[in-house]
């Protein structure tokens, strides 16, 4: 294969991950909040994760540094906490949900260059998708850990 060939290759396989992604990304926002309401596997919270785990990783740096793009195709910004009540937690935890469902779906967006890439191609793919999304995913699990802390609180004081 020529290099010219492994170019070409290689803009295919972006617009495949790219567009499996956007996709996901887009096709999101119209998913029913009712399945955003508990968090079921992957989304469950493991035993390691914790305050501690969250900081020694800097995942707070990387929030100051890394896009938020949830409002991008018609979803909410999670740049902001929309309200200190109950019910707007809720919904905010319902949208971290929805952006750790489109990112863990995105994390497998390299699975389809299996199928007509060199192994070292998708190797590589595989390796860039998900420690991109890997990054994004330790902030939302970081964000929503939080605030499932924060409105355990609140359920609490009243």
Avoid: C
Wanted: a positive charge.
């Amino acid at each position: 294969m020529s290099v010219t060939q492994y170019v070409v290759l290689i803009l295919i396989d972006i617009v495949i991950v790219a567009g499996i992604s956007i996709g996901v990304g887009a096709l999101a926002p119209r998913v029913s909040a009712r399945y955003l309401r508990s968090d079921a596997f992957p989304l469950a919270k493991m035993s390691w994760e914790s305050p501690a785990f969250f900081r020694s990783l800097r995942v707070a740096q990387l929030t100051r540094v890394l896009p938020e793009l949830g409002a991008t195709f018609g979803g909410e910004s999670k740049s902001q906490l929309p309200g200190r009540t109950v019910a707007d937690l809720d919904h905010y935890l319902e949208e971290l949900r929805r952006a750790e469902w489109v990112h863990w779906i995105s994390i497998i967006s390299w699975v389809p260059l299996t199928f007509f890439n060199p192994w070292w191609i998708t190797l590589l793919f595989a390796v860039i998708v998900i420690s991109g999304n890997t990054m994004f995913l330790l902030i939302l699990r970081r964000n929503r850990h939080r605030l499932t802390a924060l409105k355990r609180r609140l359920q609490n004081d009243t």
